[in-house]
């Protein structure tokens, strides 16, 4: 019998950490960038691109990560980020920093995709930039809004309730590549095109019962 002893590796900030012209690369998903100190926090000083590791932070603290002259951090490859309270998902895309009272945004551009097993949320707030086509998969919970760009496309293969409204820009599509359920109280927001393909859709809105005043124009259904 064989044992295999996996090491993690990584780099531990215990202070401020100014990053300039710089990308962030370990040779696996195990190597992390810790900013989980009370006192740590990256500034991203000119544009950074993590294409592997992890990028770990503390939970619910916005200065965790600030951006100076709205430079921002892309996430490529098998990059990840995690929280302190083992909150982890798999990401391509762009982090920008949110600041001082500000939450962090995920920005999906074209062909990103972002993954979370079950029990693990998605704190950052998500947005598909505009007539980019991206993916979100897994079962993750999300604790900002999720918001389509104008003419964008967002395939959702979540199997799992959906906890958070979905804002389809007034003209994004949504596509379903799985049947979906949505917990009580979470809609659809704005105008938009849900394409149904061949799977199902569950609303349940006994919370609000606002009439819905957007159009949707469902696909395939």
């Known amino acids: 019998m064989t ?3 996996k090491v993690v590796y990584g780099i531990v900030a215990t202070g401020i950490v100014q990053v300039c012209n710089g990308a962030i690369n370990f040779s696996g998903v195990d190597g992390s ?3 989980n100190n009370t006192n740590s926090k990256l ?16 939970v619910a603290d916005v200065n965790n990560v600030e951006s100076t002259g709205g430079n921002v951090i892309t996430f490529a490859g098998d990059a990840s980020v995690s929280t302190s309270n083992k ?26 995709v972002l993954a979370a097993f079950e029990g693990n949320s998605v704190d950052q707030s998500v ?5 980019a086509t991206a993916t979100l998969l897994g079962s993750p919970t999300f604790n900002g809004s999720v918001v389509l760009g104008s003419g964008s496309t967002l395939n959702l ?3 799992q309730k959906l906890n958070q409204s979905i804002d389809l ?8 590549l799985d049947d979906i359920s949505m917990k009580d109280g979470a809609v659809f927001l704005n105008n938009g095109t849900i394409d149904m393909s061949s799977s199902s859709l569950t609303i349940i809105s006994v919370k609000s019962q606002a009439a819905w005043t957007n159009n949707i124009t469902f696909k395939r259904a």
């Open 43 to 58: 500034t991203v000083t000119t544009p950074l691109t993590i294409s592997s590791g992890t990028v770990k932070l503390r």
């Open 33 to 35: 960038f810790n900013l």
């Open 169 to 176: 820009g007034g003209s994004g599509t949504l596509v379903l």
């Open 87 to 112: 909150n982890r998902y798999f990401m391509t895309g762009t982090f920008t920093p949110g600041g001082a009272g500000t939450a962090d945004t995920i920005t999906l551009n074209n062909g990103n």
């Open 3 to 5: 044992f295999v002893k």
């Open 127 to 131: 947005s598909v930039a505009a007539s």
């Open 157 to 159: 293969g979540v199997n």
